[in-house]
Nanobody, 122 residues
Framework: QVQLVESGGGLVQAGGSLRLSCAAS?????MGWFRQAPGKGREFVAG????????HYADSVKGRFTISRNNAENTMYLQMNSLKPEDTAVYYC??????????????????WGQGTQVTVSS
């Protein structure tokens, strides 16, 4: 069973930056970040393929967030710059143990982390 552990969340002022990390205990090929704001459904933020050759961002974060991974360390990152209050949410990382491509839909992922809170104050 793959376990995913997110870290790096916190409170930041608008315009600031945070870097989220997701450490996987087992095989994690396709990986992605999702977020869920209070009273809203879980939404896709960014996804990355095993070889980092395919990457996709939600329009709301394009140009501000950067997803990356280090397969040697079994870790994925999300660098978040120019943060806005509307980025406030619990951020989750997700992975698939067999699919090596790019996955966007939440249903395409099998394993999920517990989430890390990101709060952006105005």
């Amino acid at each position: 069973q793959v376990q995913l552990v997110e870290s790096g969340g916190g409170l930041v002022q608008a315009g600031g930056s945070l870097r989220l990390s997701c450490a996987a205990s087992g095989r994690a090929y396709a990986m992605g970040w999702f977020r869920q704001a209070p009273g809203k459904g879980r939404e896709f933020v960014a996804g990355i393929s095993w070889g980092s050759d395919s990457i996709h961002y939600a329009d709301s974060v394009k140009g501000r967030f950067t997803i990356s991974r280090n397969n040697a360390e079994n870790t994925m990152y999300l660098q978040m710059n120019s943060l806005k209050p509307e980025d406030t949410a619990v951020y989750y990382c997700a992975s698939h143990p067999y699919f090596r491509g790019l996955a966007v839909a939440a249903g395409n992922y099998l394993h999920w982390g517990q989430g890390t809170q990101v709060t952006v104050s105005s």
